[in-house]
């Protein structure tokens, strides 16, 4: 019974990988076909016959810096931050045990969890040009935001009342609504943290390249907009200035 188990699972992961092969056989000369036909664009000018028609856009960012967390109305210096949200809640089936849960973005949103208005976890992502090009905030969604903000002061802070938090146990600075919140992450056991539980806190982390902010993407031209091409399943952003053919 247990060799019959091991040939059934090989059967059962045969198929899958067979199907994934076929799928990548179908779509990879589909993406080939799209991008060959793709307009290459280095010079950040927009012309009316590029309407409808996808773009590989190479250049330099000029982004509004800084600009506003649609939610926080922290101001950010920096063209990409990711704020970070979570809720101090009990463990589930447990009485006396708590921790800190991000809060996800609602996946069903139009903007994909990119500059949300609510105050769930989100990309956030300045106004961005490339020469004459509005660009779509949506198609930077992907670079990595892996420095910590931890120098936010009382200037960044807008109308939006929020007290700032340096933790004690790590190098973050957290932002929320009470003068007071759990320092910890794990491990808060008690009847005392009754009184802190639903509280929230945001943190933000950042893209901090020190370089050129030179990217070539991909998108489909609309108007002075290059908008994210949502049923082009490729990656649509790269560092650096690069050819069509690369």
């Given at each position: 019974r247990e060799n019959m188990k091991k040939v059934i699972?090989?059967?059962?992961?045969?198929?899958?990988?067979?199907?994934?092969g076929i799928l990548i056989l179908v779509e990879l000369p589909e993406i080939k076909g799209t991008l060959?036909?793709?307009?290459?664009?280095?010079?950040?000018?927009?012309?009316?016959?590029?309407?409808?028609?996808?773009?590989?856009?190479?250049?330099?960012?000029?982004?509004e810096l800084p600009f506003k967390d649609p939610a926080t109305d922290v101001t950010i210096?920096?063209?990409?931050?990711?704020?970070?949200?979570e809720i101090f809640s009990h463990i589930v089936d447990t009485d006396f045990e708590y921790t800190w849960y991000e809060l996800a973005w609602d996946p069903l949103k139009e903007n994909k969890g990119v500059n949300t208005e609510e105050l769930s976890s989100s990309k956030l992502?300045?106004?961005?040009?490339?020469?004459?090009?509005?660009?779509?905030?949506?198609?930077?969604?992907?670079?990595?935001?892996?420095?910590?903000?931890?120098?936010?002061?009382?200037?960044?802070?807008?109308?939006?009342?929020?007290?700032?938090?340096?933790?004690?146990?790590?190098?973050t600075t957290y932002l929320s609504e009470d003068e007071y919140?759990?320092?910890q992450l794990t491990e808060y056991k008690g009847n005392k943290w009754h009184d802190h539980e639903d509280k929230m806190r945001y943190s933000y982390e950042v893209y901090d390249d020190k370089g050129p902010?030179?990217?070539?993407?991909?998108?489909?031209q609309k108007g002075d907009w290059l908008m994210l091409a949502d049923d082009l399943d490729i990656s649509y952003i790269k560092k650096g200035i690069h050819s069509g053919e690369d």
């Amino acid at each position: 019974r247990e060799n019959m188990k091991k040939v059934i699972i090989l059967i059962i992961a045969g198929v899958l990988v067979l199907g994934l092969g076929i799928l990548i056989l179908v779509e990879l000369p589909e993406i080939k076909g799209t991008l060959g036909k793709a307009v290459y664009i280095d010079d950040g000018k927009i012309k009316s016959e590029n309407e409808g028609k996808v773009v590989i856009l190479a250049g330099r960012l000029e982004p509004e810096l800084p600009f506003k967390d649609p939610a926080t109305d922290v101001t950010i210096p920096y063209f990409i931050a990711y704020r970070k949200t979570e809720i101090f809640s009990h463990i589930v089936d447990t009485d006396f045990e708590y921790t800190w849960y991000e809060l996800a973005w609602d996946p069903l949103k139009e903007n994909k969890g990119v500059n949300t208005e609510e105050l769930s976890s989100s990309k956030l992502i300045a106004p961005i040009k490339i020469g004459e090009y509005n660009i779509d905030p949506r198609i930077f969604k992907e670079i990595e935001t892996i420095d910590k903000w931890k120098d936010i002061t009382e200037d960044d802070l807008g109308d939006y009342e929020l007290y700032i938090h340096k933790s004690k146990n790590d190098d973050t600075t957290y932002l929320s609504e009470d003068e007071y919140i759990p320092d910890q992450l794990t491990e808060y056991k008690g009847n005392k943290w009754h009184d802190h539980e639903d509280k929230m806190r945001y943190s933000y982390e950042v893209y901090d390249d020190k370089g050129p902010l030179e990217f070539t993407i991909i998108g489909v031209q609309k108007g002075d907009w290059l908008m994210l091409a949502d049923d082009l399943d490729i990656s649509y952003i790269k560092k650096g200035i690069h050819s069509g053919e690369d």
